[in-house]
């Protein structure tokens, strides 16, 4: 079964901090690999999108990188700041065309 | 430019009853899908499309049926409509290289 788990499921920083979130995929055979934020009660905001024969991607302070081989991927968080408080979701579309979500990490960053 | 467009975007429904939910989208994308999210669990696949005329099933299609006759429309069917289908369902289409475009959602209640 193609699965997605995201860990941890919820994290809680002071502002400043660096951070990383792990998604965790189980059939290595992707396309690609997609990270998106929600906000409460909003829709899903694409964050960076990995192809599968890529390494990283980067927008501003946030890096994601991808290990096939080990079924990981990783969003890291720079100085993290109040605003980036939301839910942070992992896509994984894999070469069956199913694309498969991860269940999420709530980050809160206070002051 | 709508991009994805989902109609309606609230609704409330008895149970038993029969609605459609219905997605646009206006970039040419070939694959399109159904997600319902529901509080603790991540987005789940219902069904998807990899092109216009074909349908697939997702992680959880049961009470549900798709249709694709057109390429820029995709159709999210309930026949008899159950409380356990309150959610909030999204619709997202995709070129595949890209990652995916999402709507706003609808939020479904049954009653």
């Known amino acids: 079964k193609q699965e997605v788990t995201q860990i941890p499921a919820a994290l809680s920083v002071p502002e400043g901090e660096n951070l990383v979130l792990n998604c965790s995929f189980t059939d290595s055979a992707i396309y690609n690999l997609q990270w998106f934020r929600q906000d409460p009660g909003k829709g899903l905001t694409s964050l960076l999108l990995i192809q599968s024969s890529q390494r990283e991607q980067t927008s501003g302070r946030l890096n994601a990188s991808l290990d096939k081989s080990s079924g990981r991927s990783t969003l890291y968080i720079a100085a993290s700041q109040p605003g980036d408080s939301a839910t942070y979701l992992c896509?994984?579309?894999?070469?069956?065309?199913?694309?498969?979500f991860g269940t999420g990490t709530r980050l809160q960053v206070f002051p | 430019n709508a991009g994805v467009t989902q109609t309606p975007k609230f609704r409330v429904l008895k149970t038993g009853q029969s609605m459609t939910l219905l997605c646009a989208q206006d970039?040419?994308?070939?694959?399109m899908y159904w997600y319902r999210q529901d509080p603790g669990m991540g987005l789940r696949l219902i069904h998807y499309?990899?092109?216009?005329?074909?349908?697939a099933k997702g992680e959880v299609p049961d009470g549900y049926n798709v249709s694709r006759l057109k390429k820029q429309n995709f159709l999210l069917g309930l026949e008899s409509a159950a409380p356990s289908q309150t959610s909030v369902y999204f619709c997202?289409?995709?070129?595949?290289?890209?990652?995916?475009?999402f709507g706003e959602g609808s939020r479904l209640t049954v009653l």
């Open positions: 997202a289409s995709s070129p595949r290289s890209l990652g995916l475009f």
């Open positions: 970039m040419n994308h070939e694959y």
């Open positions: 499309s990899v092109g216009e005329g074909t349908t």
């Open positions: 896509a994984v579309l894999y070469n069956t065309d199913k694309l498969i």
